[in-house]
T-cell receptor
Framework: AQKITQTQPGMFVQEKEAVTLDCTYD???????LFWYKQPSSGEMIFLIY??????QNATEGRYSLNFQKARKSANLVISASQLGDSAMYFC??????????FGPGTRLSVLP | DAGVTQSPTHLIKTRGQQVTLRCSPKSGHDTVSWYQQALGQGPQFIFQYYEEEERQRGNFPDRFSGHQFPNYSSELNVNALLLGDSALYLCASSPGLADSYEQYFGPGTRLTVT
């Protein structure tokens, strides 16, 4: 069974500063993917970034980067230069090969002006 | 290029009733997954459809059933509604069954059971 833990129910960050959202995972699979999704108040899940378990380099997508530490089973999301529009729920998820997504409980990020 | 669409947007039902939610996948996608997201929680996987068959199922009772049509669109049916079924129901589509990580979500249907 796979599990995602997000220990930060809520986070605050000042506009233009960087913020790290924590995610740890548990899986017995050798091949898996780690994902971060953003969910604004509208409800739609927006894909942000993906990291494969065999990828040696940390994934980056614009202002988003994933700090992948495989030995620690950690996949933290780093958002640089926060914007007011970044205020939302953020979900970490894991997907084993041929399996479906398992999501964590989420972190609510609030960006302060 | 239309993304994943879902209907209706909102729905209010009474305990014991039945409900049908609909999903059209993103163009080029043939696999549809359904998720239930209770308030304040992450989405939970209900089931996945590919080639008009249920391929995987999460830990949900038989009251939850689905269907996929030849055009890849899908329906989620819930019978004998309970108050605890109140949630945001998300549909996600992907191109293929197993090895693609690409999954796009629709805006969801918010179901309220009174």
């Amino acid at each position: 069974a796979q599990k995602i833990t997000q220990t930060q129910p809520g986070m605050f960050v000042q506009e233009k500063e960087a913020v790290t959202l924590d995610c740890t995972y548990d899986t017995s699979d050798q091949s898996y993917g780690l994902f971060w999704y953003k969910q604004p108040s509208s409800g739609e899940m927006i894909f942000l970034i993906y990291q494969g378990s065999y990828d040696e380099q940390n994934a980056t997508e614009g202002r988003y980067s994933l700090n992948f530490q495989k030995a620690r089973k950690s996949a933290n999301l780093v958002i640089s230069a926060s914007q007011l529009g970044d205020s939302a729920m953020y979900f970490c998820a894991i997907r084993g090969y041929g399996q479906n997504f398992v999501f964590g409980p989420g972190t609510r990020l609030s960006v302060l002006p | 290029d239309a993304g994943v669409t879902q209907s209706p947007t909102h729905l209010i039902k009474t305990r014991g009733q039945q409900v049908t939610l609909r999903c059209s996948p993103k163009s080029g996608h043939d696999t549809v997954s359904w998720y239930q997201q209770a308030l304040g929680q992450g989405p939970q996987f209900i089931f996945q459809y590919y080639e008009e068959e249920e391929r995987q199922r999460g830990n949900f009772p038989d009251r939850f059933s689905g269907h996929q049509f030849p055009n890849y669109s899908s329906e989620l049916n819930v019978n004998a509604l309970l108050l605890g079924d109140s949630a945001l129901y998300l549909c996600a589509s992907s191109p293929g069954l197993a090895d693609s990580y690409e999954q796009y979500f629709g805006p969801g249907t918010r179901l309220t059971v009174t």
